[in-house]
Nanobody
Framework: VQLQASGGGLMQAGNASRLTCAASQHIFSNYAMAWFRQAPGKDRDFVAGISMSGRRLRYTDSVKGRFTISRDSPENTLYLQMNSLKPEDTAVYYC????????????????????WGQGTLVTVSS
């Protein structure tokens, strides 16, 4: 079971970028997916989640209206489109998969996620 996140780097505030998480088929078709992030010296926090169906989306308040999570099931890929980036978005971003949710649900509790990617660093300069 593998998750591989990519797309991080140095970005300018106000710009847009997209993170990608490539998943093995065994995970992707059967689990809810999410993005978390961990800023230096802070806990890992929920950013966005998407249900197995793709219909249920959930976002933390600080990214609502700026970030969009999506999944491409045939390609086994999870995305996080990040617009209007801010310096406070600087963090290591992790993709995660969960076995704990039903077809049309997704949650933000970190303990409910079973599989994790290695993380990709996003640095937003002002």
């Amino acid at each position: 079971v593998q998750l591989q996140a990519s797309g991080g780097g140095l970005m300018q505030a106000g710009n847009a970028s997209r993170l990608t998480c490539a998943a093995s088929q065994h995970i992707f078709s059967n689990y809810a997916m999410a993005w978390f992030r961990q800023a230096p010296g802070k806990d890992r926090d929920f950013v966005a989640g998407i249900s197995m169906s793709g219909r249920r989306l959930r976002y933390t308040d600080s990214v609502k209206g700026r970030f969009t999570i999506s999944r491409d099931s045939p390609e086994n890929t999870l995305y996080l489109q990040m617009n209007s980036l801010k310096p406070e978005d600087t963090a290591v971003y992790y993709c995660a998969a969960s076995t704990r949710f039903s077809w049309d649900s997704v949650g933000s509790q970190i303990s409910l996620y079973d599989y994790w990617g290695q993380g990709t660093l996003v640095t937003v300069s002002s």
